[in-house]
């Protein structure tokens, strides 16, 4: 772990470890949508099914990670296999202070643009914008380079698209741009309006597929042998080290949670199963139609009764 993340974690946790949280179990929430709702479904059914005091609380993947080693949080809803690896492998393989429920949720990474920007710039692959003349058609400010969003900062996911960047060569020709998820999305929504050129990052599960018609562009396909993938909690150096210039694998998202916590509720998060039909539909609650995390939560909780049944038994 580098200095400034170190010193970072050490601080949260110092703040989570002095009685701050008095619930019986909190559960860590990063900074993307379908986390959220996960958590508070979570949050729903420990409290409904246990009598237990459940607590939310933000907090980056280390964070996350670390708290749950120390026992000042206790679950992660939805790490992102192979993202968090570095974590997984440090916290669940090594350490066994976490443990990871096995029901992945199925999910796809990559680089899109709208079907529209395809279309009037005649680009099909990712590879095409290191050529200046393509990167030229993603330029809105006249500064020579074209502009990319690859997610938004403590994503592990946009350290490996620096990489990606780095490999495929366009980190010449494009500005990489980090920001915040909602920002961005609105942003593919102007562009999709005003009929211009854009390219981003893209996943499943997500509801931008559902908003927008997208292209995703096309990568050789992944080789392991070919992604040497290292973050910064890892190696200081971990970008001039790495090298991943194929599409991203198959990616899973599992429950993460303290093998130290109550044994009911980790019997309970153990066997938790959602699919990535049902967490779109529920980021595209969250995002679109701008309901509120927790009461979408209690009604899908209500309405997915049989499913939730399956899970305490």
């Known amino acids: 772990m580098n200095k400034l993340t170190k010193l970072t974690t050490t601080a949260v946790l110092a703040t989570l470890g002095t009685g701050a949280f008095a619930a019986d179990v909190v559960i860590g929430v990063p900074n993307w949508p379908s986390v959220r709702v996960t958590a508070n479904v979570l949050k729903i059914v420990l409290e409904d099914n246990l009598g237990l005091d459940v607590e939310l609380q933000n907090g980056s993947n280390p964070i ?47 680089m899109c643009v709208t079907t529209a920007t395809a279309e009037r710039t005649g680009i099909k692959a990712l590879s095409e914008l290191s050529d200046p003349d393509m990167a030229a058609n993603f330029d809105t400010d006249g500064d020579g380079m074209g502009e990319i969003w690859i997610g ?31 920002l961005a999305l609105a942003e593919v929504g102007a562009a999709t309006d005003q009929d211009k ?42 970008l001039e080290n790495s090298s991943a210039g194929v599409a991203w694998s198959k990616a899973y998202l599992h429950i993460h949670y303290q093998a130290a916590m109550n044994e009911d509720a980790a019997a309970i998060l153990s066997k938790v199963d959602l699919t990535s039909q049902q967490v779109s539909a529920m980021v595209y609650a969250l995002i679109v139609e701008e309901q509120d995390a927790a009461e979408f939560a209690r009604k899908w909780v209500e309405e997915n009764a049989d499913q939730v049944d399956s899970w305490l038994n």
């Open 197 to 238: 050129n854009i390219v981003f990052f893209c996943y499943t599960p997500h509801h931008m597929f559902q908003l927008y018609d997208l292209t995703v562009l096309d990568e050789p396909a992944h080789d392991p042998a070919k992604w040497n993938v290292a973050q910064p909690t890892d190696d200081p150096n971990w």
């Open 152 to 182: 938004a900062a403590g994503w592990a996911s946009t350290n490996v698209e620096k990489i990606r960047a780095k490999s495929y060569g366009y980190d010449q020709t494009m500005t990489l741009k980090e920001m915040d998820e909602t």
């Open 64 to 110: 996350v990670f670390e708290a749950m080693d120390s026992g000042a949080m206790h679950v992660h809803p939805e790490v992102w296999l192979p993202n968090q690896s570095n974590l997984h492998n440090t916290f669940v393989k090594e350490k066994g202070t976490v443990a990871m429920n096995p029901n992945g949720i199925s999910a796809d990474q990559a």
